[in-house]
């Protein structure tokens, strides 16, 4: 059975950082694509970073850009999703999924592609 758990959101001044884990279970990462997206309040989902497995390919949302990284690390069959510079405005519920045999686009990232979910982990910025 694919799992994917997802662990180390909290509460965090703005400026500070966490990192996001995405624990994979039931299949390795070899061949498959984990996708990060983001779900606040009223909002809806966004696509926030990607990383392949199949090519090394990654995506990052405009906003996310020159903060947030996206990091796999295979031997675990864990990705990581670093934070910095957090802003009140990354406050959501932060969600893994995973794909096989994906590429990461560039341009967007679609949640509709990714067929096995996480249950989130809320992370919240305060001001």
């Known amino acids: 059975e694919v799992q994917l758990v997802e662990s180390g959101g909290g509460l965090v001044q703005a400026g500070g950082s966490l990192r996001l884990s995405c624990a994979a279970s039931?299949?390795?990462?070899?061949?498959?694509?984990i996708g990060w997206f983001r779900q606040a309040p009223g909002k809806e989902r966004e696509g926030v970073s990607c990383i392949s497995s199949v090519d090394g390919s990654t995506y990052y949302a405009d906003s996310v850009k020159g903060r947030f990284t996206i990091s796999s690390d295979n031997a675990k069959n864990t990705v990581y999703l670093q934070m910095n510079s957090l802003k009140p405005d990354d406050t959501a519920v932060y969600y893994c999924?995973?794909?096989?045999?994906?590429?990461?686009?560039?341009?967007?990232?679609?949640?509709?592609?990714?067929?096995?979910w996480g249950q989130g982990t809320q992370v919240t910025v305060s001001s």
């Open positions: 039931g299949f390795t990462l070899d061949d498959y694509a």
């Open positions: 999924a995973a794909v096989w045999y994906y590429y990461c686009s560039v341009y967007d990232l679609h949640a509709a592609d990714f067929g096995s």
